[in-house]
């Protein structure tokens, strides 16, 4: 496609199906998802395998674990590993799409939204006409757990921060934010890829998690270095964080709000989400 939209100020779908499958992070099973274009407002999920042909609107109440990664319970199937996808298509300006899927998880691919955006261009974009307003806060609204929060505050457009600190000199403390357009969120958002540690992988394997992660799908940091360089970006682990905080943001929609988290998690990220859901018209819940 040429270009991105330069906002979120009209409605859009896909232009044409696309597909793609590939290994789970966590279960290490392959998964198959194809993106449909939609004819209602928001993501909705069906299966690929089984006779179960019904679709079902995302929402923060199907949270289901956000150990390492946001999983689903919708009816009586599990879906892990949503944040990536759920990012890329909320990012790039698609306010609805029908997402069919094949197995328990989301593919890793690369670890990050790029490959989700680049199937997404191929496909194109079909413009809708101008998107029902975007959710405006009246007021702030902040969640803390232990030394963490979220904030999110009334803005006239999407903004997004986040700050992360860890004690690996690798990553260290980093800050990143900014206003949140289809582009910039391809240019500076997409690309980073979800991180780990050396000194976790063995413990987190033997516990049945991360067992499709590899060198491959995910940088891994070893104190004072990373096992797999290049970076992408220098400040490649808090764009990440930015990532997952969109995809999680996105189970509700695309707030019209400046979002900060500070060292941030899925369960906090899907937290907020469920606030701002509380304040979403009657209209936008169906």
């Known amino acids: 496609m040429n270009g991105w939209p330069e906002d979120y100020g009209s409605a859009h779908t896909l232009g044409a199906p696309v597909e793609l499958q590939g290994i789970g992070l966590h279960s290490g099973s392959q998964a198959r998802v194809r993106l449909e274009p939609a004819e209602l407002p928001g993501f909705r999920i069906g299966w690929l395998d089984g006779s179960d042909r019904s679709l079902h609107r995302l929402d923060p109440a199907q949270v289901a674990d956000t150990q390492l990664c946001t999983a689903l319970q919708i009816d009586q199937r599990r879906l892990a590993t ?94 990143f934010s900014l206003e949140l357009t289809p582009q910039a969120f391809v240019e500076q958002i997409a690309p980073a890829r979800t991180f780990g540690f050396r000194d976790q992988i063995e413990q987190l394997r033997a516990s049945g998690l991360i067992q499709g992660g590899g060198l491959d799908n995910a940088l891994v940091c070893d104190g004072d270095h990373w096992l797999n360089p290049p970076l992408r970006f220098h400040d490649e682990p808090v764009r990440h964080k930015l990532l997952d905080l969109l995809g999680d943001l996105a189970l509700v929609g695309l707030p019209q709000a400046q979002v900060f988290a ?25």
């Open 82 to 175: 949503v944040e990536h996808l759920l990012a890329a298509l909320a990012g790039v300006g698609l306010s609805q799409v029908t997402i069919l899927v094949e197995g328990h998880e989301i593919p890793l691919l690369d670890g990050s939204a790029l490959p989700w955006v680049e199937a997404i261009a191929a496909a194109g974009l079909k413009d809708l006409g101008p998107r029902p307003a975007l959710q405006v806060l009246a007021g702030p609204i902040t969640l803390q757990q232990g030394l963490s929060f979220a904030t999110a505050l009334p803005s006239d457009r999407p903004r997004l921060g986040a700050a992360i600190a860890f004690s690996q000199p690798a990553i260290g403390q980093q800050f």
């Open 262 to 286: 500070y060292r941030g998690s899925h369960g906090l990220h899907t937290a907020l989400a469920a606030a701002l859901a509380r304040l979403r018209p009657s209209s936008l819940s169906s």
